[in-house]
Nanobody, 123 residues
Framework: RVQLEESGGGAVQAGGSLRLSCRAS????????LGWFRQAPGKEREGVAS???????NYANSVKSRSTVSRDEAENAVYLHLDALKNDDTAIYYC?????????????????WGQGIQVTVSS
């Protein structure tokens, strides 16, 4: 399986930016995607962004205009940069991995998950 470790969360001011990192290790597939998901208190987990080593990338509508997902193939890492933070961005953010070529945002498609990292946005 793939091990995933997130970093970069914490408390940030509304309107600010954050950068989350996720490093993958273990049995990584030749074609794979790394996705970011989040779960806010009392809400279901939702997809935020995903990118595959095929180049396919996908964003949720809620973040599309203010986020960038990138990857470092040499480090097996993926990064999520999120601007113009809102209180609604407060959530636990998870990194997940799946074998495949399309950047899906359906969490049921992902096989391995990180522990999650808290992001708290305050006004």
């Amino acid at each position: 399986r793939v091990q995933l470790e997130e970093s970069g969360g914490g408390a940030v001011q509304a309107g600010g930016s954050l950068r989350l990192s996720c490093r993958a290790s273990g049995r990584i597939w030749s074609s794979y995607c790394l996705g970011w998901f989040r779960q806010a208190p009392g809400k279901e987990r939702e997809g935020v962004a995903s990118t595959c080593n095929t180049g396919d990338t996908n964003y949720a509508n809620s973040v599309k205009s203010r986020s960038t997902v990138s990857r470092d193939e040499a480090e097996n890492a993926v990064y999520l940069h999120l601007d113009a933070l809102k209180n609604d961005d407060t959530a636990i953010y998870y990194c997940a991995a799946r074998e495949g070529v399309l950047a899906k945002l359906d969490d049921r498609r992902y096989e391995d998950w990180g522990q999650g990292i808290q992001v708290t946005v305050s006004s």
